[in-house]
């Protein structure tokens, strides 16, 4: 799952996006699995098989003005992040 978003970060193009993997205490989940970018605290929760984009401190930025609190599948977003490689319509899906 993690090699999909090939650590590179939708919102802000840095290669400083790592995983988390979630937190369990006592067998309860308290954090789920996500990436946080370290670069622009973008943060991705995942959301069944798709993440969610839930915070960032680049509040400017367009990916994050169109689709923040967005689940889409990780096809979805490296799309977004990478336009001219991929012409593939969101409206596929
Ligand atoms: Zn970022």
Known sequence: MQ?????TCVVCHSDKL???KKKMILGITTSPEN???ENCGSVFCEDELRWKLV???DTLSPVWQQFHQ???YVREWLSIG???K???CL???
């Open 55 to 57: 915070s960032t401190k």
């Open 3 to 7: 090699m999909l978003f090939e650590k």
């Open 70 to 72: 967005k689940s889409l």
């Open 82 to 84: 990478n336009p001219e």
């Open 35 to 37: 990436f946080v970018c």
């Open 86 to 88: 991929d012409e593939t």
């Open 18 to 20: 790592v995983f988390r």
């Open 91 to 93: 409206c596929q899906s």
